[in-house]
T-cell receptor, first 121, second 112 residues
Framework: DARVTQTPRHKVTEMGQEVTMRCQPI?????VFWYRQTMMQGLELLAY????????DSGMPKDRFSAEMPDATLATLKIQPSEPRDSAVYFC???????????????????FGPGTRLTVL | KQEVTQIPAALSVPEGENLVLNCSFT??????LQWFRQDPGKGLTSLLL?????REQTSGRLNASLDKSSGRSTLYIAASQPGDSATYLC???????????FGKGITLSVRP
C-alpha cells in the first residue's frame, strides 16, 4: 500500500532554531506539494514541485522558508529561523500529473502524508 | 481571489440519518472540485473529485454534486454511521498557479 511518509511526526523547538521537515512521496509520482494547516487559516499551499522543479512557492514566506527536492524520493521544507507563528501541522502531498497536462487539468488527486506537527516555543 | 466557505463548522447527527454538507466558492472558473476527509491527527484522504464539466460523482454512500454557475457543491452522505465522524473539507482548483484552495472544513459527529 503506497503512502506518503513524513518525518518527524512531531517537533518541538525554540524560537530561532532551524527546523527541517522531510517527505518521501509515493514512488512514481511527479508532483509534490507542501501545505500548512492552522485553526485560524485552515489549509494553505506553501509550495509545489513538478518533476523536482519548483513551480510555485508564492505561498511561502521566502525570508525564512525554503523548499527543495534533492532527488525524486525526498522533499524537504526548512524554516530558519523558526518563530512561534510557524506552529502548525505541515502536510506533504504527492500526485501524478500526466505529460502534457497541467496540474489544474489533472484528474488525479493528491495523496497526503500524515503531517508534521510543529510547535515553536 | 478564490474563497471557499463551508458552513456550519460542525454538525452532529444521529446514526442512520441522511445528511448534506455544503461548500460554496466565489470564483466559478474552476477546473475541478474535490471533497476530502480528515481524521483527527491524520492527513487528508480524497473522497470524490468532480471535473468542471461534470455535475456529480458517486462513491458508495457518498454523492457529490457541483453547480459551477452558482458556486456550490454538496456532499451527500446516505445512512450515516459513527465511522463517518471526521472533518470534511472541500477544495477547488482554479488553475491559477494550479493551487487547491480549501475550505476550513465541517466537523461531523455521527452519534450511535
Amino acid at each position: 500500500d503506497a503512502r506518503v511518509t513524513q518525518t518527524p511526526r512531531h517537533k518541538v523547538t525554540e524560537m530561532g532554531q532551524e527546523v527541517t521537515m522531510r517527505c518521501q512521496p509515493i514512488l512514481g509520482h511527479n508532483t509534490v506539494f507542501w501545505y500548512r494547516q492552522t485553526m485560524m487559516q485552515g489549509l494553505e499551499l506553501l509550495a509545489y514541485f513538478r518533476n523536482r522543479a519548483p513551480l510555485d512557492d508564492s505561498g511561502m514566506p521566502k525570508d525564512r522558508f525554503s523548499a527543495e527536492m534533492p532527488d525524486a524520493t525526498l522533499a524537504t521544507l526548512k524554516i530558519q529561523p523558526s518563530e512561534p507563528r510557524d506552529s502548525a501541522v505541515y502536510f506533504c502531498a504527492s500526485g501524478l500529473v500526466r505529460d502534457g497536462l497541467s496540474v489544474a487539468a489533472s484528474t488525479d488527486t493528491q495523496y497526503f502524508g500524515p503531517g508534521t506537527r510543529l510547535t515553536v516555543l | 481571489k478564490q474563497e471557499v466557505t463551508q458552513i456550519p463548522a460542525a454538525l452532529s447527527v444521529p446514526e442512520g440519518e441522511n445528511l448534506v454538507l455544503n461548500c460554496s466558492f466565489t470564483d466559478s472558473a474552476i477546473y475541478n472540485l474535490q471533497w476530502f476527509r480528515q481524521d483527527p491527527g491524520k492527513g487528508l484522504t480524497s473522497l470524490l473529485l468532480i471535473q468542471s464539466s461534470q455535475r456529480e460523482q458517486t462513491s458508495g454512500r457518498l454523492n457529490a454534486s457541483l453547480d459551477k454557475s452558482s458556486g456550490r457543491s454538496t456532499l451527500y452522505i446516505a445512512a450515516s454511521q459513527p465511522g463517518d465522524s471526521a472533518t470534511y473539507l472541500c477544495a477547488v482548483n482554479t488553475g491559477a498557479n494550479s493551487k487547491l484552495t480549501f475550505g476550513k472544513g465541517i466537523t461531523l459527529s455521527v452519534r450511535p
